[in-house]
Structures are given as structure tokens and as C-alpha cells.
């Protein structure tokens, strides 16, 4: 963010080591908070020190890198080391009671749509994802190779919570507490995972970016459970859904009480539908 914001190769930021002894405390460091706030003071920081160089008369606003170095040392030997300073201020149209918990407790969101193709077997009762497909809008994409791998990791997280992971807790214990008995996808069990980005900036955000890391644990469940409803004509409103709860359901006749439930299609049977 530094670097395009100054316009200079990547290779001449040098980042300092953080040290929690010197600075103030400014919340957690987690996720899209800080791409956000600290990306964008990061930007803003930036964007001072460049207009310093211009203000004093070592640098043009139309400069190379080159320009910019001898910019650089020709104010270092002047006036001595350049330090830029910024400070996160809350939006001034963004107001929240923390009291009453009313009000806009962000300035921006971003949105997703996924779309997941699912494999019924009427005989094992088995759920398997063919297929997802993740559109993600983000406002900017920072990282293109690290955006994509966060959104699929975070794709195959959901999908192990719909279909695979369940805590047994018993006497304030997890007893499945194993990889032998706690059961979770590996990269044999997911599908292909399609990212699509789709951009519009904001204001509030470095370079327009919005969140990005949250969005796949909240879209593929969803998707999922609407595709096996889909398949099966049951509408299943629990997670993890296993192949236990599916054969219940499926297997339920009129006389026990519960409406007919047989499934709405035969074995393999694929759809895609979004969250």
C-alpha cells in the first residue's frame, strides 16, 4: 500500500518490527480490521510524506522512482529525517450508540453470492459438493494470489461446517476431541472452488478495499442446505448435516406422523442455487 501509494518499487518499504512497548494500544489486529484501519493510515501516512517532498520543493508531483530517492536524501541532508503521522478517525457520517446499540456500526460492507453444486445418494444418504462457486465483492483486491487462496480456505471451512464437523460435548467436555473422531474435510473431500471478484471501491478503505477474510464463513452452509433441499424436496435447518440426519428424514413415512418426504429426485441428482 505504501509502495503504489508513493509510486516506488515494493523492495525499498522496509517494514519495522512492531513493538507493543512503544505504541499505543489500538485494538486487536485482526482480519479485515486491519486492512481496513491500519491500511489505511498506512495510505494516509503515505500520502503526507509525498506532499511534504512537494511542498518543499524536492519533488514534482509528476516524479519517478529515481526522482523520489533523490527527493529523499536531497531533504534528509536539509532538514533532517521526514516522519508522516496518522491518526484513525471514525467516518463523520457514521454514528453508533454502544448503549442502545442503534445506529451504523460500520461504514461499509461487503457482499458475496455462492452458488454450490451438491451430489444427494439416496443409498449411503451421503451430501458431497461438486462444485462452488464464490463471487466476492470487496470493494478492491490488495492481494490477488493471497485473496483468492483466503476466500477458498475459507470456502473449505464452510463446507466442513455444513457437512463434517460435529462437536459432541458431553459433562462440559468435547468428546471428539481427535482428529480420529472429530471429522474434517481434507483436500481429497473438496471440490473445485471458483473465486470470481467483482470491485466496487470505497472511500473508507486503502485503495478502496473493503472486508474480505469474513464473507466464506458466512455464504457456503447456506448454499449447501438450500441445494440439498433442492435435490431432496426436505428443507434441513440444522448444521453439520450428516449422513444420519439426512437417512431420518428421508426415511420418515406419513404413519409416524410427519408428511411425506421422499426424495424429490433420484440418486446424483445435481443443482446449483445460491445462498
Known amino acids: 500500500m505504501c509502495a503504489q501509494t508513493l509510486r516506488i518499487p515494493y523492495e525499498e518499504i522496509l517494514v519495522a518490527q512492531p513493538d507493543t512497548s512503544i505504541v499505543p494500544n489500538s485494538g486487536p489486529t485482526v482480519a479485515s480490521r486491519t486492512a481496513m484501519i491500519v491500511g489505511k493510515l498506512v495510505e494516509r501516512a503515505s500520502e503526507s510524506l509525498c506532499a511534504t517532498l512537494v511542498a518543499s520543493g524536492h519533488l514534482a508531483h509528476d516524479y519517478t522512482p529515481r526522482d523520489f530517492k533523490e527527493a529523499a536524501i536531497g531533504f534528509l541532508r536539509e532538514h533532517g529525517e521526514l516522519v508522516a503521522h496518522a491518526r484513525y478517525e471514525a467516518p463523520g457520517n457514521i454514528f453508533w450508540d454502544d448503549d442502545q446499540y442503534k445506529g451504523d456500526a460500520y461504514p461499509t460492507y461487503a457482499w458475496a453470492v455462492y452458488v454450490a453444486e451438491v451430489t444427494v445418494d439416496t443409498l449411503t444418504y451421503s451430501a458431497e459438493v461438486k ?24 470456502v473449505a471451512q464452510g463446507i466442513g461446517y455444513a457437512l463434517y464437523e460435529k462437536c459432541v460435548w458431553q459433562d462440559g467436555r468435547m468428546a471428539n476431541n481427535q482428529m480420529t473422531n472429530y471429522i474434517m474435510p481434507t483436500s481429497a473431500d473438496l471440490p473445485a472452488i471458483h473465486v470470481h471478484f467483482e470491485e466496487t471501491p470505497s472511500i473508507h478503505g486503502p485503495q478502496g478495499a473493503k472486508g474480505i477474510g469474513e464473507l466464506p464463513m458466512d455464504g457456503p452452509a447456506p448454499a449447501i442446505l438450500n441445494a440439498i433441499e433442492h435435490a431432496t424436496g426436505i428443507a434441513f435447518t440444522e448444521i453439520p448435516l450428516l449422513p444420519e440426519d439426512i437417512f431420518e428424514r428421508m426415511t420418515q413415512t406419513p404413519e409416524s406422523g410427519s408428511e411425506d418426504l421422499e426424495p424429490a429426485v433420484d440418486r446424483d441428482t445435481r443443482v446449483e442455487v445460491p445462498a
Not at 464464490?134 to 476466500?151: C, D, F, T
Open 131 to 154: 462444485e462452488f462457486h464464490a463471487l466476492q465483492e470487496v470493494g478492491k483486491v490488495i492481494h490477488p494470489v493471497l485473496a483468492k487462496g483466503q476466500i477458498e480456505g475459507g
